[in-house]
């Protein structure tokens, strides 16, 4: 059974730095895409970034662009959110999901295409 934990999250000044970690556990990882939402509270989850295991393709939402990054480490079955310049909008709860079935790559910036999730890790910027 596939299990997804992140870790990282906490509460930080505007400006500052956080780096979110997903450590994923129960299947081969290596070929999966790999993705970042967050839920800010009475809002839609909303997508942040993916990486795709076959070829590390990455693809952020267009307004977060230059302050995160993602990466992954496929020895560890890890992936990391590097987060930037944080601004009190980027207050919510971030999730960690997976797919592993191939998901046309027009769908996966829907939260609906991922298989599995995390449990989340909140982040709270303060102004």
């Known amino acids: 059974q596939v299990q997804l934990v992140e870790s990282g999250g906490g509460l930080v000044q505007a400006g500052d730095s956080l780096r979110l970690s997903c450590a994923a556990s129960?299947?081969?990882?290596?070929?999966?895409?790999m993705g970042w939402f967050r839920q800010a509270p009475g809002k839609e989850r909303e997508f942040v970034a993916l990486i795709r295991g076959s070829d590390g393709y990455i693809y952020y939402t267009a307004s977060l662009k230059g302050r995160f990054t993602i990466s992954r480490d496929n020895a560890k079955n890890t992936v990391y959110l590097q987060m930037n310049s944080l601004k009190p909008e980027d207050t919510a709860i971030y999730y960690c999901a997976a797919d592993f079935k191939g998901s046309a790559f027009g769908t996966l910036t829907n939260w609906r295409a991922f298989d599995y999730w995390g449990q989340g890790t909140q982040v709270t910027v303060s102004s």
């Open positions: 129960g299947r081969t990882f290596d070929n999966a895409v």
